[in-house]
């Protein structure tokens, strides 16, 4: 039974930990605009609509901005399950689906940072309407 509870407290103490920890990175993001996250790619020459999109995409995902290098899974907690349902939209308008992606955009799999999200996201906003 103490086994029990020694497990629990340390569950529950992750939680709190991981609420906190998400908590604080969303306050930390609260100053960043579209603007700003447009600037984090000013070397790259992607779309500004792409960097819209990635930029809504995560807001309303994760509930904040966020920064070109922050981890999708370390930093923002998100899953494979999190990224497939941020990228359904994008790839419908395309006429493909997680399954059946071209090799040029599967070989940039798994995406590990939001710069990577951008990158898939902009060479999909790049295939021909016909693919």
Known sequence: MATLAV???????AMM???????NIRLARSHITLD?????FSEQAYPRQVLEAAFADFVSRYGSPVHASDTLFETLALDQGDLEDMLEPHLEKKGL???NLPSHLS???PL???ADYVGFLAKL???????
């Open 97 to 99: 689906a997680s399954e």
């Open 36 to 40: 700003t996250f447009v600037s984090e």
């Open 17 to 23: 930990w991981s609420a906190t920890y998400h908590r």
């Open 107 to 109: 070989q940039l799999l």
């Open 125 to 131: 906003w790049n295939l021909n309407d016909a693919t």
């Open 7 to 13: 497990v629990a407290a340390g569950y529950v103490g």
């Open 112 to 114: 590990e940072t939001v």
